[in-house]
């Protein structure tokens, strides 16, 4: 007979009784054995967590112990603002997630991307950006390889080399094409347009796009630009097993990196022989033909270098170009623009970079809107570093986003909120401003296309303002404009920023035009209009009508000619009509002389107000050249 001895089970002969394999997994699956199970590894999961090195470090609690809270922002296309918002609350230095802690002081900017950063190699996220299955200078994760990319590629890139009257020349072109052609344009499209022909240029002349002109180059160009590949390629980046595995699935319901175009324009470029010197075709066919073997490069090497700049040139400048100019196209820039228009037109002849003010215009535009806004993840070096006062374990993942850089350091940057060129002025502070300054990063691995950019934004700047006032169109609101997180950039979240461009023949009109739409005019809560429609410019005449409509009662004839009078010390000559009463609608013509009006109907109340400026009393000065 079977005999229980201390609970273990004997048969009749002594030995111990084996349970069969089946009742050993069904007595593991046993609810409350499951919950022990993970359990123990859930304590395990935290001990760890409680004695990592980073637990001191400011952050979420829920960030101390998984990355989900991070990854919701990401695959929600809101990861540099939840970040930002991160930093408000906990200061300088937060952990995001287990592994990975986000930084916005200068000190901790210079130990990871200045020349003490030498360690912190880049994270494997890079591998993103190879093209062709090859790694490119961006796409290089360590130093030493990055380096001798970089011997071959940078002298192209150099400022004397970008200011060379045949470099140079392509950039006015584009600008000059562009700025004669955008009464009224979808400006994303013509701006990114503008930015791929700079860029072509730079590396293929004379071989380059024509994307403002030629349909086909266009269709290239919007591939680039419409890339709605982020949540496929983080799935890649994040999961790699399982997108080695299911990947056809995902491509399905997650659009994957696709731009054959693209890549077909370079490989056809990058084939054609005698590039201008300038170029960086020329430079990198050059190097492939001295025979190297230290810094040779084959075909496909060459054509992927090139599509990774092209493509990175086309999407930063393009994006930074476009917040700029929506930025600039506000009620409150309208002095900003006053001034940069002053400055263009009392200097004709000067160089792009030898205008102070725009210059201004230029750094502020790049600081609220840096070309990358996102963070440039490193790891770690062996033993561990020491980052800002905390000290962070090696293969910790720690970066810095230009968007907090830039908003997160009150006393350089006041007010970090406001548009406000004048910072840039003032010789207080200057230091400490450049040094904070992170929208080409910082380093050797900082962007290399620097000068290029700047230029092409400020001679596109100078030829439009020169030329034009800009407003927006009433379609775009701030919440279509708001930024939108892509892999490593951002763009408007509406994808479409409409602009209307008013002709400086026009400026007057357009002058007194914004200062109504903003102003009330003392008008009585009771008489304070309620409508205010404006008509937008004929592109041939100098007219703008303006439509107010009183309150119940109406509008005193007094305040009315108040209104007129205003516009008529503006320099315009004014025409329009009057409604009165209420049963019996009657219209009175404005005399061209308004004061008349004060003395013929100081009893009237006005029902509604019809304005239109027809032409102006005075000459204007002569637009500036492009």
Not at 248 to 275: H, M, Y
Not at 284 to 307: F, P, W, Y
Not at 412 to 434: D, M, Q, Y
Not at 511 to 531: M, N, T, V, Y
Request: aromatic content about 10%.
């Amino acid at each position: 007979m079977d005999r229980l001895i201390g609970g273990a089970k004997f048969m009749s002969d002594g030995t111990k009784a084996v349970l069969p394999a089946t009742t050993t997994c069904i007595m593991l699956l046993n609810p409350l054995s499951v919950a022990a199970i993970l359990g123990a590894l859930l304590v395990f999961y935290l001990a760890r967590c409680y004695s990592s090195p980073l637990w001191r470090i400011p952050g979420p609690a829920l960030s101390k112990i998984t990355s989900i809270a991070l990854r919701w922002h990401e695959f929600g296309a809101n990861r540099t603002l939840y970040i930002h918002s991160l930093h408000l609350k906990y200061g300088p230095v937060v952990r995001i997630a287990p592994k990975e802690v986000s930084y916005t002081s200068y000190e901790a900017v210079k130990e990871i991307y200045g020349s003490l950063g030498s360690g912190y190699d880049k994270h494997r996220f890079y591998n993103l950006f190879k093209v062709f299955g090859r790694r490119t200078m961006f796409s290089t994760l360590v130093k030493g390889d990055h380096a001798k990319r970089k011997r071959i590629i940078a002298d192209r890139y150099a400022n004397s080399n970008v200011v060379k009257p045949i470099a140079l020349s392509g950039i006015e072109k584009r600008a000059k094409s562009l700025s004669g052609s955008v009464l009224m344009q979808q400006v994303q499209v013509k701006l990114h347009s503008y930015a791929c022909d700079c860029v072509t240029h730079h590396l293929f002349h004379p071989y380059g796009t024509n994307s403002l002109q030629k349909q086909e180059d266009t269709d290239m160009m919007e591939q680039v630009t419409t890339d709605d590949s982020l949540r496929n390629r983080l799935i890649q980046h994040h999961y790699p097993v399982f997108y080695q595995y299911f990947s056809k699935i995902l491509d399905l319901f997650f659009d994957p990196r696709t731009t054959p175009l693209a890549k077909d324009f370079v490989v056809g470029a990058t084939s054609k022989i005698d590039p201008a010197p300038f170029t960086l075709l020329s430079r990198l066919q050059d190097k492939r033909e001295s025979g190297s073997s230290v810094n040779q490069m084959d075909a496909i090497d060459i054509a992927a270098e090139c599509t990774d700049h092209m493509v990175a040139g086309i999407d930063t400048t393009g994006d930074s170009l476009c917040f700029l100019l929506w930025e600039l196209s506000q009620p409150a820039s309208l002095e900003i623009q006053r001034k940069l228009r002053e400055e263009i037109r009392e200097n004709p002849d000067a160089s792009f970079d030898k205008l102070s003010y725009l210059d201004a215009v230029v750094q502020e535009g790049l600081r609220c809107y840096p070309a990358i806004p996102m963070s440039l993840p490193r790891v770690v070096p062996p033993g561990g570093k020491t980052v800002d006062g905390y000290f962070v374990s090696e293969g910790t993942i720690v970066s810095s986003q230009a968007y907090s850089v830039h908003r997160n350091n009150d006393a350089v940057f006041p007010n970090p909120e406001t548009f406000s060129p004048e910072r840039w002025l003032s010789p207080t502070g200057e230091a400490e401003r450049k040094r904070h300054m992170f929208a080409f990063a910082h380093g050797g691995r900082g962007c290399v296309g620097k000068h290029l950019a700047l230029a092409e934004m400020k001679i596109l700047l100078r030829g439009i303002y020169g030329r034009y006032s800009t407003v927006p169109d009433p379609s775009i609101t701030p919440e279509s404009m708001r930024s939108h997180d892509q892999i490593i950039s951002a763009r408007p979240y509406g994808q479409r920023c409409l602009l209307r461009f008013v002709p400086i023949a026009n400026e007057e009109a357009f002058l007194a035009r914004q200062s109504l739409l903003k102003s009330d005019f003392g008008f009585h809560p009771s008489e304070r209009c309620i409508s205010f429609n404006l008509y937008p410019y004929s592109s041939h005449l100098p007219h703008c009508v303006v439509k107010t409509q009183g309150g119940r009662r109406g509008v005193n004839a007094t305040v009315v000619s108040q209104i007129i009078l205003q516009v008529w010390s503006w320099g315009l000559k004014i025409t329009g009509a009057l409604a009165t009463g209420k049963s019996h609608r009657v219209s009175v013509g404005i005399s061209l002389e308004p004061y008349s009006l004060l003395a013929l109907l100081p009893w009237m109340w006005i029902t509604s107000v019809e304005i239109q400026f027809i032409t102006l009393r005075k000459s204007l000065e002569p637009a500036v050249k492009a």
